[in-house]
Antibody, heavy 114, light 107 residues
Framework: EVQLVESGGGLVQPGRSLKLSCAAS????????MAWVRQAPKKGLEWVATISTSGSRTYYPDSVKGRFTISRDNAKSSLYLQMNSLKSEDTATYYC???????WGQGVMVTVSS | DIQMTQSPSFLSASVGDRVTINCKAS??????LNWYQQKLGEAPKLLIYNANSLQTGIPSRFSGSGSGTDFTLTISSLQPEDVATYFCLQHNSWPYTFGAGTKLELK
């Protein structure tokens, strides 16, 4: 059974950093592109980042480019999202997802507030 | 960026009703359109991929159609367990974009 379990969320002040993790199981992690998607409270979904199987290629929307970094450790079947210079508008539930977005984790909440 | 316009935002229907939800892309996305169901507090669940392919394990009352810019999710006979929010995702080109969602409730 495919499982994706996020961790690392919490309350953080504006301008600070936070790193999310996603532990994958039930499939060959190294064979899949992976992604992060977020959902702000009472808002729609926004794609945040995607990473290739080897980690050599990464993709971001303009809203997070230069602040967020997606990475992976295939030996540990783990996905990460390093979030720097956080803003209040980054407050959201963050999901990790396997591309082609067929499986998603339960999500982890990130609140950016002073 | 490709804008995904989803309609309606809210839908109230009775058990047994045929329900349709639409997504319109601002430009051609071929068939690169997925449909998801999300229940409160749960992870999104893939229902339909590439516009009309039913994901394994999803009941056959769910179906998808369309190509290019106009897409439809149909529930042929609404069941109580279908109460949820539904949204579409275009994965034709970066940045991938989502519809705003349709909240489906029982009448």
């Amino acid at each position: 059974e495919v499982q994706l379990v996020e961790s690392g969320g919490g309350l953080v002040q504006p301008g600070r950093s936070l790193k999310l993790s996603c532990a994958a199981s039930g499939f060959t992690f190294s064979n899949y592109y992976m992604a992060w998607v977020r959902q702000a409270p009472k808002k729609g979904l926004e794609w945040v980042a995607t990473i290739s199987t080897s980690g050599s290629r990464t993709y971001y929307p303009d809203s997070v480019k230069g602040r967020f970094t997606i990475s992976r450790d295939n030996a540990k079947s783990s996905l990460y999202l390093q979030m720097n210079s956080l803003k209040s508008e980054d407050t959201a539930t963050y999901y990790c997802a396997r591309r082609p977005f067929d499986y998603w984790g339960q999500g982890v909440m990130v609140t950016v507030s002073s | 960026d490709i804008q995904m316009t989803q309609s309606p935002s809210f839908l109230s229907a009775s058990v047994g009703d045929r329900v349709t939800i639409n997504c319109k892309a601002s430009q051609n996305i071929n068939r690169y359109l997925n449909w998801y169901q999300q229940k409160l507090g749960e992870a999104p669940k893939l229902l339909i991929y590439n516009a009309n392919s039913l994901q394994t394990g999803i009941p056959s009352r769910f179906s998808g159609s369309g190509s290019g810019t106009d897409f439809t999710l149909t529930i042929s006979s609404l069941q109580p367990e279908d109460v949820a929010t539904y949204f579409c995702l275009q994965h034709n080109s970066w940045p991938y974009t989502f519809g705003a969602g349709t909240k489906l409730e029982l009448k």
